[in-house]
């Protein structure tokens, strides 16, 4: 399984310098969510976006959230999480919803990974609560990129 420092240099190429630094500076939290994008990929998730909420919220310091096209797509999302963390070490502290697959949260304390289907990610709209938070899409595992502010 790819570690975060195995991750593409392409990962990053979008990234404005200064956010890049901030990214920097964040570390682990910034490293753990990059990950947890790149593993959510993996599975074909859509619509990734890393929310920063460092400076926003004292629970977490990133929301990764995406979505799965079924239940069965959901959990294999949060499986993959789950084992690709695992082999670096990292385990979450809990996680809730993985039965049903509507929506399953990861809590890995200062990253908090979101798998929706379309559907319930419509209907709580965390983008919208968390509006004025940086955000980075991650595209298809190939790059991060800073969204507007």
């Known amino acids: 399984m790819t570690k975060v420092t195995d991750l593409p240099k392409t990962i990053l ?10 990214m920097k500076a964040k570390t682990p939290a910034a490293a753990l969510a990059k990950s947890a994008a790149h593993l959510v990929s ?4 859509s619509d990734i976006l890393v929310i920063d909420l460092s400076e926003r919220s004292s629970i977490t310091d990133y929301f990764v959230l995406c979505t799965g096209r079924s239940d069965v ?5 949060c499986h993959c999480v789950a084992e690709g963390l695992q082999e670096q070490g990292i385990r979450p502290f809990s996680s809730e919803g ?6 399953a949260l990861m ?3 200062d990253v908090v990974v979101h798998v929706f289907q379309k ?6 709209d965390l983008e919208k609560l968390w509006v004025d938070a940086p955000r980075w899409t991650y595209d298809a595992g190939s790059a991060i990129s800073v969204e507007p502010s």
Request: proline fraction near 3%.
């Open 13 to 22: 190429k979008n990234v404005p310098a200064q956010a890049l630094e901030d």
């Open 73 to 77: 797509q959901v959990q294999a999302i």
């Open 42 to 45: 993996d599975r074909k998730a």
């Open 119 to 124: 559907a319930t990610r419509e209907l709580y």
């Open 107 to 109: 809590d890995y304390g």
């Open 98 to 103: 993985l039965e049903n697959g509507q929506w």
